[in-house]
């Protein structure tokens, strides 16, 4: 039975830990578009490159991976130089990944509500409402989000159960509805500004945003868990995106 797309992702990111090259055949190394601004594009092999990161002994966990048509998204969390929780986005042509996109961030918490970065379900479920579901959030973060349209919280989000596990925030909507207005405890102004991908598999939504935190240049990406037709839990990474004088390839962050 053929490996499935998650499967090989897994493997690839997996072989960051182990330096094992087989992993990196998925990767098509002649066509592939690395949008990591802190990356360069072609300067080294990707089996020479994780073979030598291997040898600092980085921990890789793939905590999540889903697929929609012919994006992978993958949620995880590393220990290299220190401990980070990243989303990792790779685009896949003829069987072979092609292009790749992340966020990642220092990892942070538990939250108020004990909560980590990572944890909680971890498999997709309701794959018959994945289109259904992936509306729901390009609407929420579009309204709510972009728009700041905050009296419509409660027509996406469960008042009853939301689940909270930014490292600055809790669980409740009134407890997202003060960080949303006011940015929370430590008061960060956030702006989201534009959507560039909704990717979705059945109950999990990844939404890639742009906009700024308290005037910086940032990276959004939002995992969301889909139930009943509301906003059940929320997993997020911020990133601020360097300046253009600062990139090392010429593929933009988005």
């Not at 499935?4 to 592939?32: C, F, H, W």
């Not at 793939?62 to 290299?80: L, M, P, S």
């Amino acid at each position: 039975m053929a490996i499935s797309r998650k499967d090989q992702i897994r493997a690839l990111l997996k072989s960051i830990e182990t330096g094992d090259p087989e992993p990196v055949a998925v990767v098509n190394e002649a066509k592939y578009i690395q949008h990591n601004p802190e990356t360069h594009t072609g300067s080294e092999g990707l089996a020479d490159l994780f073979k030598r990161l291997a040898r600092t002994e980085p921990k890789v966990n793939i905590v999540r991976a889903f697929e929609d048509g012919d994006f992978v998204f993958a949620h995880t969390e590393y220990d290299f130089a220190r401990r980070s929780v990243g989303f990792e986005v790779f685009r896949f042509e003829d069987g072979q990944a092609v292009e790749h996109w992340d966020n990642i961030q220092e990892r942070l918490g538990p939250n108020r509500t004990g909560r980590s970065m990572v944890d909680g379900p971890v498999e997709a479920v309701d794959h018959e409402l994945t289109e259904a579901n992936r509306a729901i959030v390009q609407s929420f973060v579009e309204k709510v989000l972009v728009k700041g349209q905050l009296d419509t919280l409660t027509d996406y989000v469960d008042e009853e159960t939301y689940i909270e596990h930014n490292p600055r925030s809790g669980d409740g909507i009134s407890t997202l509805r003060s960080a949303l207005a006011a940015g929370g405890d430590d008061h960060r102004q956030i702006d989201y500004q534009r959507i560039h991908r909704v990717l979705a598999e059945g109950s999990f939504v990844l939404c890639v945003s742009e906009g700024y935190v308290s005037g910086v240049h940032t990276a959004f990406y939002d995992l969301f868990r889909i139930a009943g037709g509301k906003i059940t839990e929320h997993w997020d990474t911020t990133e601020k995106v360097l300046p253009l004088s600062e990139w090392k390839n010429d593929n933009g962050k988005f």
